[in-house]
């Protein structure tokens, strides 16, 4: 279980009180849990995916290849025709999975998952060469996470986007959003 309060007297009272009724330890500080590194400093708190990006990285192969500069190439249009299939998308499918799962912190690739996601049923290489692209950039800025502010202000604001008939393959509208609690990311 993990506590979460600014009041320290509360979360020692809470974890006297749940010691009394069940057996349990304490871990101390959270640090690390569910490949999620969490770090408290003055200033905020940091949540960052490194070790489980790296370890993603390594699986591949690409730890001594070169990084990306971005995770798709400019005017890239991704559709399930390009490329010949591929005949066992067993691992391309655990790749776009563990990518999903490093969106909790890394918000910056969330639109490529959602595309290459969408491709997964019948995936070409030209999908592949897209997902590996996406790890590139990734080994370049493994030290992105997320950023909660203790001076940030409790105001919600939301922004929109859409881009009308933008899918190449079905012509539909693509849009997207992103909600702050503040200066920090909460929702994309």
Request: charged share 20%; aromatic share 10%; with cysteine.
């Amino acid at each position: 279980m993990v506590i979460i309060d600014d009041d320290v007297s509360s979360i020692s009272d809470l974890h006297t009180y749940l010691h009394q009724h069940f057996d349990m330890k304490s871990l101390g500080k959270l640090r690390y849990f569910l490949c999620l590194e969490i770090y408290d400093t003055i200033d905020g708190i940091y949540l960052f995916q490194t070790k489980y990006a790296y370890d993603l990285i390594s699986r591949v192969g690409l730890t001594d290849s070169k990084i990306a500069s971005t995770p798709l190439e400019a005017d890239c249009r991704l559709t399930p025709l390009d490329g010949t299939t591929i005949k066992d998308p067993t691992f391309y499918r655990q790749l776009v999975g563990s990518l999903i799962y490093l969106t909790i912190t890394r918000p910056n690739i969330a639109y490529v998952v959602h595309i290459i996601s969408q491709l997964m049923t019948s995936p070409h290489t030209t999908n592949h060469s897209d997902v590996l692209r996406t790890l590139r950039y990734i080994k370049g800025t493994l030290l992105h996470g997320l950023h909660f502010s203790v001076d940030s202000s409790l105001i919600p604001i939301g922004y929109s986007d859409a881009d009308w008939a933008g899918d190449p393959t079905d012509r539909r509208s693509i849009t997207s959003y992103c909600f702050f609690l503040g200066d920090s990311l909460v929702s994309r």
